[in-house]
């Protein structure tokens, strides 16, 4: 695998030698993974390219991605809690009734 400071730079000069490295690691590594996974990991990878065609540039690639890898994550969260009977609420946070305050008024100071 090409070192970060050699992929930045395919990323500059030749975007094209950089995709064929994305696909060749992404091949090996479904390879490696057992047999039985490879259906689920091409079904995510085609989820992941079809996220990173509809961004309109890498930025936005990322970011839709990072919301696909959080949401799963808060999809496992819910699925374990409910599983040993806890609690699966947003945010897992506990929720207090608004109170009252006191609101405090500031004097307006003149411009100097």
């Known amino acids: 695998m090409p070192s970060f400071d050699e992929m930045v730079r395919l990323a500059k000069n030749d975007p094209e030698t950089l995709e064929r490295i994305r696909l060749k690691l992404i091949e090996e590594?479904?390879?490696e993974a057992p047999e039985n996974c490879h259906r689920r990991l091409r079904g995510l990878?085609?989820?992941i390219d079809m996220e990173r065609r509809r961004a309109a540039n890498?930025?936005?690639a990322c970011v839709r991605i990072s919301k696909m890898m959080h949401d799963s994550l808060y999809t496992?969260?819910?699925t374990l809690n409910?599983?040993?009977g806890e609690s699966t609420d947003d945010l897992g946070l506990?929720?207090?009734?608004p109170g009252q305050a006191q609101v405090l008024s500031f004097p307006m100071q003149a411009n100097s």
């Not at 506990?94 to 009734?97: R, Y």
């Open 29 to 31: 590594t479904i390879a």
């Open 82 to 84: 409910a599983a040993i």
């Open 76 to 78: 496992m969260r819910q």
């Open 58 to 60: 890498p930025m936005g």
């Open 94 to 97: 506990a929720v207090e009734e």
């Open 45 to 47: 990878q085609f989820q």
